[in-house]
């Protein structure tokens, strides 16, 4: 499981991507970070990321559309695929078992 | 619409220069967007300085790393595409398959000729390479000036090594060699004519690699009468016995016993040695040994081996200084002066063509040089057919070209392939070229008097140079079309406007073959010259009748003396119409001696031959003075002698007449009386000058008298319609008085053609190679006029509707191709003149080139080009219109 670990930023981006489905390339998937977390993305740190993500097998991507805001060049749309969904599932089982392993009571009380 | 607003251009520009290109566009374009959301969120000033720092973070490892190629496209020499690349060669080899015979049978042709002329050279180039000590030995090679005359002589005087050794510590060892003219060698009943029997200083084991077999080196050659002898003799005379201490007696009075048998000598040595003996055996032929001291009797050849190091330059520097100190008084007393120099024994078989009096196998380097010349122009025609119908056929290629490059191949890959074609191409040749080789080789063989064998030379260095020639001849060939074709434009080729293109390589065409036809011409030019001069040599009047006259060598001594009795006996064969006994014929050996004039104390050098009564009228030569010896005069015997042309110009008299009862002395080789040594006689008659050596070199003063110990040979004419008949009497003759004798016999004719061997061979195989260049030329040609003729077809449909004739259309067709030819024999004339002229000098009797050769071969060339193209001009002009014109 060593070659799959992902980072913190990476499983971001990785969700992000499979939250914008259709539409997920570089500028939209830091807007959809930084409004879903609030924080400063830099769009080079995304594209590092989606092109670690790519190598690793867990995205892949073609060229999609062009528009004028962009000076006529194209956007790069990643998709997700089997290997990275599996890597965020098994993120998540592993998440909802740690929580489910922990007893109400220790988790000190924080308001939502 | 507004134009929207642009980041900052020098960070747009940075972005371009580092990032990768394959990221660049995605990149780039989410920057823009950005920048334009940054606008409209905070402003046109900030959204610039975002968009700066957002450039510079992509100063990350994955937007600097630039991707391989294999990423985006296939690799270059994929195993598809080398498939595909092969499939489209050979799809287009069938396609075009005039032009495919054209290209491989041209440059197969022009590869053989090369393989077969570099086997030759490479012989040649072997020569003597066996001595284990080759780079360290060499020949003197005198030069005598003597009456104003200089002579190149291989032969040095019999002092000349044994000083040089004595004198000089860089010269570790030197060998003098005597020969034998072909010695008659008898061993019981066997008895055969030796070639390469010579007399050599027991040093020859030193100088030259000889291993003995039988005998030992410091022994065999020691003494009077010793004899080291070749395997092959030993057989010839001794089958399966031991030859040592067995006896070989030469030309029926020397005996030799035989002490060693060495192993044959390669047959790439200058020196053909059979049998060697010992020096000392001087001693039994000459009686006065005292001779072996004189510096001016020329008639050894002398080679020394320089200790390792040395430098032969510096030698060459120190014999005039010797000669001064031993020869001076001698040389000075015979009017004669030497300039010594040393030959490198490698050398010796190539350089030495100039050389007279040589026993050395000979070849030529000029001949070496002059085919391995025509040789590459044999080749270079051939690879200029194959750029010329490259590019020529470009247009059946270009839309491939504009294909690939469309879907994506780049020019490198391209140019790849189509030099990938040109290797194809080539190799193909050359599997042909070497089957060619391997099958004319026996008749090459036969024309150039060698023995050579593609098996033979077979070796990894063979293979090596094959290989590396294909690589360059296919780079030659190929590296014009494929950058030529490589360059299309797709956009330009696909929409079908090549046209101008097309016409760019057209200047190219026009050159090679104007330079194609330049060789050929100088070829032909060449070709002519050289058969030219040679039939003038064959047909030159030498001054005498060269024709049926056979010569006799006398087999014993009973027979010289009764020589007068067998004449006569000969001249009651009608078959025979004159006969004489001489010693000197026209082509063979002569005497060379000195005489005196009465008033001058030394020695004049002359040539000599020794005749009699018969000898003028039996060879036919002219008087131009005087008169001949006769038997009604007594005194003709001992106090008269005739002399040449030559002789009465060098000797200062005025005219043949004034010659007529001038004084001259002769020391006697065999005086029947001691106290009368001298024979002083006047000269009774003047000779037409006639050529008695080579026409390389003038005729030289020559005197003629009568001696008749000297006689070795009985000459006769006869009748050129009885030949067969006379031998037959003659070798009748000769087995009543001499029946252990070879019967053997020479024709004086061929005597003399012998001189021309080297000449005829080189004319033989320069005939050849000519031939094969101009076909190749003309393939070359062939290949260009159809391709023209089909460009042309729908014009030339129409000029024909239009009402053009035939022959209008064949002048049209065939004038383009005649401008190229006309300025390549412009172009080759003046080069041909400079080379054969130079060729020419090598003869002193030569034909004047003249203006009609060059027309002639220019006829001839431009003959062979119409020739040539009006086969396709025909063919085209005669084609109905209809079929031309129905395709649109």
Known sequence: ???????????????????????????????????????????????????????KGMLQSRLGEATAERGGRRKRLFFLLAQGSQALQTIRDTRNRLWDSISPQVLPAFSI | MKLPLSPPRWADQLLEWFCAPHLLEEVQGDLYERFQRRIVLYGEKSARQQYVWDVLSFLR???????????????????????????????????QKLYAVINILGLSVGLACCLTIFLFIQDELRYDTFHEKADRVYRLVNDRTSEGRVNHMARTPPPFGPTLKAQFPEVEQSVRIFS?????????????????????????????????????????????????????VARRYFGNEDPLNKILTVDGNLKFRVT???????????????????????????????????????????????????????????????????????????????????????????????????????????????FAIVALFTLLIACFNFMNLSTARSMQRAKE??????????????????????????????????????????????????SLSLLDAMSVRLFAQIIATMLVVGLLAGIYPAFFLSAFQPIKVLKGSLESKAKGGYGLRKTLVVVQFAVSTALIIGAGIVYTQLNYIQQKNLGFNKEQLIILPFANESMQQDFQVIKDELLQNPNIIAATASYGLPGGAFAGDGVKVPGKAEDIGINMFLIDHDYIPTLDIKLVAGRNFSTK???????????????????????????????????????????????????IGVVKDFHYKSLHHKIEPLVLHIHKPAYYAMVARVRPENVAAALEFLKLKWQERAPE??????????????????????????????????????????????????????????????????????????????????????????????????????????????????????LLAIGIALLTVSFQSIKAAVMNPVDSLRGE
Request: negative net charge; hydrophobic residues 45%; glycine residues 6%.
């Open chain 1, 1 to 55: 499981m060593e070659r799959n670990y992902l980072g913190e930023f990476e499983e971001l981006v990785l969700l992000t991507v499979a939250v914008l489905h259709d539409s997920a390339y570089g500028v939209a998937i830091a807007e959809e970070i930084e409004k879903q977390t609030g924080r400063q993305v830099t769009i080079s740190a995304v594209h590092a990321a989606l092109h670690r993500l790519e190598e």
């Open chain 2, 61 to 95: 490892p994955f937007a600097l790393k630039r991707k391989s190629e294999n990423l985006t496209s296939p690799f270059l020499f994929s195993h598809g595409m080398l498939k595909n690349y092969l499939k489209i060669a050979l799809r287009n080899l069938q396609r």
């Open chain 2, 180 to 232: 034998f003219s072909e010695p008659l060698v008898t061993h019981e009943t066997n008895r055969f004519r030796e070639k390469g029997f010579i007399l050599a200083d027991s040093t020859i084991f030193d100088v030259f690699t000889l291993p003995l077999v039988r005998g030992n080196k410091s022994e065999a050659l020691r003494g009077q009468g010793t004899l080291v002898i070749s395997e092959t």
């Open chain 2, 260 to 370: 060693g048998v060495m192993k044959d000598l390669p047959s790439h040595s200058h020196l053909e040695l059979s049998c060697i003996g010992s020096f000392s055996t001087m001693r039994d032929i000459f009686s006065d040994y005292d001779r072996m001291e004189s510096w001016g009797w020329q008639q050894f050849y002398t080679y020394v081996l320089l200790a390792p190091g040395a430098n032969p330059d510096q030698l060459e520097a120190k014999i005039p200084g010797m000669l001064n100190q031993f020869a001076k008084d001698q040389l000075d007393k015979s009017g004669m002066s030497y300039k010594t120099s040393l030959q490198p024994l490698l050398d010796i078989y190539l350089h030495s063509a100039e050389l007279e009096y040589d026993i050395a196998k000979k070849g030529n380097i000029r001949y070496v040089y002059a």
């Open chain 2, 401 to 450: 070209v504009g294909l690939r490059k469309t879907i994506g191949a780049e020019r490198s890959q391209l140019i790849g392939q189509f030099l990938g074609e040109s290797m194809v191409f080539t190799t193909l040749a050359m599997v042909l070229a070497v089957l060619l080789t391997a099958g004319v080789l026996p008749l090459f063989n036969n024309w150039a008097g060698k």
């Open chain 2, 633 to 683: 005069y007594g005194t003709d015997e001992e106090e008269a002698y005739i002399v040449n042309e030559a002789t009465v110009k060098s000797f200062g008299w005025r005219s043949p007449q004034e010659a007529l009862g001038k004084e001259l002395l002769w020391n006697k080789w065999a005086p029947s009386n001691p106290a009368d040594t001298i024979k002083r006689g006047k000269v």
């Open chain 2, 741 to 858: 004798w070879l019967f053997e016999y020479e024709l004086l004719d061929q005597q003399f053609a012998r001189f021309y061997e080297n000449e005829q061979i080189f004319r033989n195989l320069f005939v050849l190679f000519t031939s094969l260049s101009i076909f190749i030329a003309c393939m070359g040609l062939l290949g260009l006029a159809t391709f023209m003729a089909q460009q042309r077809t729908k014009e030339i449909g129409i000029r024909k509707v239009m009402g053009a004739s035939i022959a209008g259309i064949i002048v049209l067709l065939s004038k383009d191709f005649l401008k190229l030819v006309l300025v390549g024999i412009v172009i080759a004339t003046p080069l041909a003149w400079y080379f054969m002229n130079e060729w020419l000098q090598s003869f002193s009797y030569r034909i004047d080139v003249e203006w009609w050769m060059f027309l002639l071969a220019g």
